[in-house]
């Protein structure tokens, strides 16, 4: 069957690339797919994997309408290969092959590049899964918890997209790369996820809600960057991805917003006007604010994190190369080659954050970055026009690009949210006022309990406005059966 904007359910491998007439990569795919069921029983969400979830399935690539929505048993949720359409016309769009036709193949020359870049997504997928494998257990509410189910799912189905392009192009180091990708875990010793931010805890729903916020929109970038690609099939893979996305992020975003809604209205009705008088807005059992900050500082900081050096001749490499161009690569009005641009870099001239002209191929990372970091600012103000809104004066902001850095220019300053170079003591004196601290994990942790309740919503966080698939606030979004 030729590729089609349908998807093809036949198979074991729902997909739209036609896997029927392709045996070798289909049995590799089967072959692949029970260590794959294995991984996620033993890591996928812990507890649920018997209940009915109310998810989404992919099932055409139409935008208008490609999803499903039904009650599924995780286990059984048919992970699809689905790739955005492919265009006949479509070039290289930026570097030194620019203006030749795409690549349906890999370039044997960019071969070692396109299969690490491959290899680097592929494992954050199924490392988000494995850090938020407990959160099902304390969601504050089945719809919470849904969202959370699909998130994990979708991630799964990320992981089989990449997995596919392994299989197909890379022969038997793909095929190795790609079992190494089931054999890597998050947070462990001796064979951890290969980023940093995929290593980190995801230990409570504010962590979760934080880390869609902010890490999954790292994702987002990462795919945008990849959706530019030269090389076709990583293109449209990519771009496919990417309006599964969206919703991670809006889980993110609308979760966070939610939590701040429920505690600013706590605050009202309590008589509370300084919302830096933690203890007397945590008696009321919700999140103060100045707790939110710190969270949105760990989790920005270490997506930040996550765009490598600033300046960098690995990310050079892959934009000449054409296999990884910019956010909005076809929108940027330059000539797409950059040999003789600059970009303004932040770097650390003699103790001092500066910004610094360096060559733009070299300064790639610096400017995804910077995109993302202005994404980023746009989610924070939808949250202070809410807090705002509220009546509650305070503001969230995002710290600084040197604040709490383990990679590139600042991973050996201590910096303060204001972008302040410090001593270590002065560092040490004040963390916990910019970090969240033991006890504030404490006092979040002690809020997670399970609120399961048709239609219920735990103290600390407010109902959405509108449900999944329009459903009515009391759907029942999981039936739980706990395995
Ligand atoms: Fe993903
Ligand atoms: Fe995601």
Same mark, same amino acid.
């Given at each position: 069957?030729?590729?089609? /904007?349908?998807?093809?359910?036949?198979?074991?491998?729902?997909?739209?690339?036609?896997?029927?007439?392709?045996?070798?990569?289909?049995?590799?795919?089967?072959?692949?797919?029970?260590?794959?069921?294995?991984?996620?029983?033993?890591?996928?969400?812990?507890?649920?994997?018997?209940?009915?979830?109310?998810?989404?399935?992919?099932?055409?690539?139409?935008?208008?309408?490609?999803?499903?929505?039904?009650?599924?048993?995780?286990?059984?949720?048919?992970?699809?290969?689905?790739?955005?359409?492919?265009?006949?016309?479509?070039?290289?769009?930026?570097?030194?092959?620019?203006?030749?036709?795409?690549?349906?193949?890999?370039?044997?020359?960019?071969?070692?590049?396109?299969?690490?870049?491959?290899?680097?997504?592929?494992?954050?997928?199924?490392?988000?899964? =494995?850090?938020?494998?407990?959160?099902?257990?304390?969601?504050?509410?089945?719809?919470?918890?849904?969202?959370? !189910?699909?998130?994990?799912?979708?991630?799964?189905?990320?992981?089989?997209?990449?997995?596919?392009?392994?299989?197909?192009?890379?022969?038997?180091?793909?095929?190795?790369?790609?079992?190494?990708?089931?054999?890597?875990?998050?947070?462990?010793?001796?064979?951890?996820?290969?980023? +940093?931010?995929?290593?980190?805890?995801?230990?409570?729903?504010?962590?979760?809600?934080?880390? /869609?916020?902010?890490?999954?929109?790292?994702?987002?970038?990462?795919? =945008?960057?990849?959706?530019?690609?030269?090389?076709?099939?990583?293109?449209?893979?990519?771009?496919?991805?990417? /309006?599964?996305?969206?919703?991670?992020?809006?889980?993110?975003?609308?979760?966070?917003?939610?939590?701040?809604?429920?505690?600013?209205?706590?605050?009202?009705?309590?008589?509370?006007?300084?919302?830096?008088?933690?203890?007397?807005?945590?008696?009321?059992?919700?999140?103060?604010?100045? /707790?939110?900050?710190?969270?949105?500082?760990?989790? !920005?900081?270490?997506?930040?994190?996550?765009?490598?050096?600033?300046?960098?001749?690995?990310?050079?490499?892959?934009?000449?190369?054409?296999?990884?161009?910019?956010?909005? =690569?076809?929108?940027?009005?330059?000539?797409?080659?950059?040999?003789?641009?600059?970009?303004?870099?932040?770097?650390?001239?003699?103790?001092?954050?500066?910004?610094?002209?360096?060559?733009?191929?070299?300064?790639?990372?610096?400017?995804?970055?910077?995109?993302?970091?202005?994404?980023?600012?746009?989610?924070?103000?939808?949250?202070?026009?809410?807090?705002?809104?509220?009546?509650?004066?305070?503001?969230?902001?995002?710290?600084?690009?040197?604040?709490?850095?383990?990679?590139? =220019?600042?991973?050996?300053?201590?910096?303060?949210?204001?972008?302040?170079?410090?001593?270590?003591?002065?560092?040490?004196?004040?963390?916990?006022?910019?970090?969240?601290?033991?006890?504030?994990?404490?006092?979040?942790?002690?809020?997670?309990?399970?609120?399961?309740?048709?239609?219920? !919503?735990?103290?600390?966080?407010?109902?959405?406005?509108?449900?999944?698939?329009?459903?009515? +606030?009391?759907?029942?979004?999981?039936?739980?059966?706990?395995?």
């Amino acid at each position: 069957m030729p590729e089609t /904007t349908h998807v093809d359910y036949s198979t074991k491998i729902p997909n739209n690339v036609g896997l029927m007439d392709d045996q070798r990569v289909l049995k590799a795919l089967e072959q692949w797919h029970p260590g794959y069921i294995d991984w996620w029983m033993t890591m996928g969400p812990e507890g649920f994997q018997t209940s009915d979830v109310y998810l989404r399935t992919a099932i055409s690539i139409d935008p208008k309408g490609w999803a499903k929505f039904d009650y599924v048993k995780m286990p059984e949720y048919r992970w699809g290969i689905l790739l955005a359409p492919r265009h006949e016309e479509r070039q290289v769009n930026f570097g030194a092959h620019r203006g030749e036709k795409a690549w349906q193949e890999v370039p044997g020359e960019y071969r070692a590049m396109l299969r690490r870049l491959i290899v680097i997504q592929g494992d954050t997928e199924p490392a988000s899964v =494995e850090q938020q494998r407990f959160l099902g257990k304390t969601a504050p509410s089945l719809y919470d918890m849904r969202n959370l !189910f699909q998130v994990n799912v979708e991630e799964g189905r990320h992981l089989w997209a990449m997995v596919y392009l392994l299989h197909k192009y890379f022969g038997k180091d793909g095929r190795e790369e790609a079992d190494e990708l089931l054999n890597r875990r998050s947070g462990d010793a001796d064979k951890p996820r290969m980023l +940093g931010a995929f290593n980190e805890q995801t230990p409570d729903w504010l962590s979760f809600f934080m880390f /869609t916020t902010f890490t999954d929109r790292d994702g987002k970038m990462q795919l =945008e960057s990849l959706a530019q690609s030269g090389f076709d099939p990583l293109s449209r893979t990519c771009r496919f991805m990417l /309006t599964e996305e969206a919703h991670h992020m809006f889980v993110g975003e609308t979760g966070v917003g939610r939590v701040i809604e429920r505690t600013c209205q706590a605050m009202k009705e309590a008589g509370i006007e300084d919302a830096d008088d933690i203890a007397a807005v945590r008696k009321l059992g919700v999140i103060d604010l100045p /707790t939110l900050q710190k969270k949105a500082n760990l989790h !920005f900081s270490l997506s930040l994190d996550l765009f490598g050096s600033e300046v960098s001749t690995n990310a050079a490499n892959y934009y000449n190369s054409g296999v990884k161009g910019r956010f909005q =690569e076809t929108r940027i009005e330059d000539d797409h080659l950059l040999t003789n641009a600059t970009y303004p870099v932040s770097k650390l001239v003699h103790g001092q954050i500066k910004m610094v002209d360096e060559p733009a191929l070299t300064a790639i990372n610096m400017r995804l970055r910077d995109d993302y970091v202005a994404d980023c600012a746009k989610g924070v103000e939808r949250w202070n026009k809410a807090i705002e809104k509220a009546g509650v004066k305070y503001r969230l902001a995002l710290p600084h690009v040197a604040f709490h850095r383990h990679i590139g =220019e600042f991973q050996n300053v201590k910096a303060s949210p204001g972008g302040e170079v410090l001593g270590d003591a002065a560092w040490a004196a004040q963390k916990d006022r910019w970090l969240p601290s033991k006890a504030d994990g404490d006092f979040i942790e002690s809020l997670m309990q399970p609120c399961w309740e048709r239609g219920q !919503f735990a103290s600390w966080i407010a109902p959405p406005k509108v449900g999944i698939d329009n459903k009515a +606030g009391d759907f029942e979004y999981v039936k739980i059966h706990q395995a």
